[in-house]
């Protein structure tokens, strides 16, 4: 099973910025799908971004489109979260997660997540 590791959460005020990374083990990275939710106190998990296997197509949940981008850097087993405008609603942990298929990713129902990465957006 591969490895997720999750970094670069924090405490920003409304309307900054942060970058979240997640970083997977394996040789096998670059052919996996992967994705960002988050998970807000006393709220269900969130889905908020996937990326296929090659970059070329991306996904984001409506509340965080033209804010939010996702990339990917397979020679370096990455893929990022780049939060730009970011608001207090946005404060929650944020989860990378994998699958072979984005379809699994966007549906919910991946099964490899990361520990997690806090990100406070204070007003």
């Known amino acids: 099973q591969v490895q997720l590791v999750e970094s670069g959460g924090g405490l920003v005020q409304a309307g900054g910025s942060l970058r979240l990374s997640c970083a997977a083990s394996?040789?096998?990275?670059?052919?996996?799908?992967v994705g960002w939710f988050r998970q807000a106190p006393g709220k269900e998990r969130e889905f908020v971004a996937a990326?296929?296997?090659?970059?070329?197509?991306?996904y984001y949940a409506d509340s965080v489109k033209g804010r939010f981008t996702i990339s990917r850097d397979n020679a370096k087993n990455t893929v990022y979260l780049q939060m730009n405008t970011l608001k207090p609603e946005d404060t929650a942990v944020y989860y990378c997660?994998?699958?072979?298929?984005?379809?699994?990713?966007?549906?919910?129902?991946?099964?490899?997540w990361g520990q997690g990465t806090l990100v406070t957006v204070s007003s």
């Open positions: 394996g040789r096998t990275f670059s052919n996996y799908a």
């Open positions: 997660t994998v699958d072979i298929d984005h379809r699994t990713i966007v549906a919910g129902a991946s099964r490899v």
């Open positions: 990326i296929n296997w090659s970059g070329a197509n991306v």
